[in-house]
T-cell receptor, first 115, second 114 residues
Framework: EPEVTQTPSHQVTQMGQEVILRCVPI?????FYWYRQILGQKVEFLVS????????KSEIFDDQFSVERPDGSNFTLKIRSTKLEDSAMYFC?????????????FGEGSRLTVL | AQSVSQHNHHVILSEAASLELGCNYS??????LFWYVQYPGQHLQLLLK??????LVKGIKGFEAEFIKSKFSFNLRKPSVQWSDTAEYFC????????????FGKGTTLSVSS
């Protein structure tokens, strides 16, 4: 069964450092998403991406964040200068985007720890 | 703006007890509704989904949910829980449009004792 894969599974970084989280969505999917889950809190939407541009973003997704699809398979989330409060589990998801489904398929997450 | 409310933060049950987790959403248009489950240390997995048709939907592992449009609700039920159902349960909604993001509720932690 096709799946969304994410790397790294866990990254520890110093405050102020740049971090790139990588995702390989399901190959025939057209919409890509990043969500985060701070420990003990709900899953929060960050950004969605379609046709090589951002289609939606939340208030959380400020200028410190950026997304890119550098080639035909990877989808990356970059945090330019990490803050302590960026510590969270980051989930990538993808969907086929058809109106009749709307289902998102999630990766296993990348745990980011900012010290 | 859309929002999803899950009223139960933590539910504790014994095995074989019945389960109902509440979910209400706010959105004026046609929506897709989902329940996702997150087992300890694992990623989000789809339990069931509703797009249209029969408002009572059945998912994996004996779970079902009923969409009541007049109440903007999509409650999750299971007649007899097992210890292996211990997990975090998230209700989610997105408008019935291509590629829209899911908005999640805060989640309900279910603890089942054997």
């Amino acid at each position: 069964e096709p799946e969304v894969t994410q790397t790294p599974s866990h990254q520890v970084t110093q405050m102020g450092q740049e971090v790139i989280l990588r995702c390989v969505p399901i190959s025939n999917h057209l919409y890509f998403y990043w969500y985060r889950q701070i420990l003990g809190q709900k899953v929060e939407f960050l950004v969605s991406f379609y046709n090589n541009e951002i289609s939606e973003k939340s208030e959380i997704f400020d200028d410190q964040f950026s997304v890119e699809r550098p080639d035909g398979s990877n989808f990356t989330l970059k945090i330019r200068s990490t803050k302590l409060e960026d510590s969270a589990m980051y989930f990538c998801a993808s969907s086929s985007g058809t109106r009749s489904t709307g289902e998102l398929f999630f990766g296993e997450g990348s745990r980011l720890t900012v010290l | 703006a859309q929002s999803v409310s899950q009223h139960n933060h933590h539910v504790i049950l014994s095995e074989a007890a019945s389960l109902e987790l509440g979910c209400n959403y706010s959105y004026g248009g046609t929506v897709n509704l989902f329940w996702y489950v997150q087992y300890p240390g694992q990623h989000l997995q789809l339990l069931l989904k509703y797009f249209s048709g029969d408002p009572l939907v059945k998912g994996i592992k004996g779970f079902e949910a009923e969409f009541i449009k007049s109440k903007f609700s999509f409650n999750l039920r299971k007649p007899s829980v097992q210890w292996s159902d211990t997990a975090e349960y998230f209700c989610a909604v997105n408008p019935n449009q291509a590629g829209t993001a899911l908005i999640f509720g805060k989640g309900t932690t279910l603890s089942v004792s054997s």
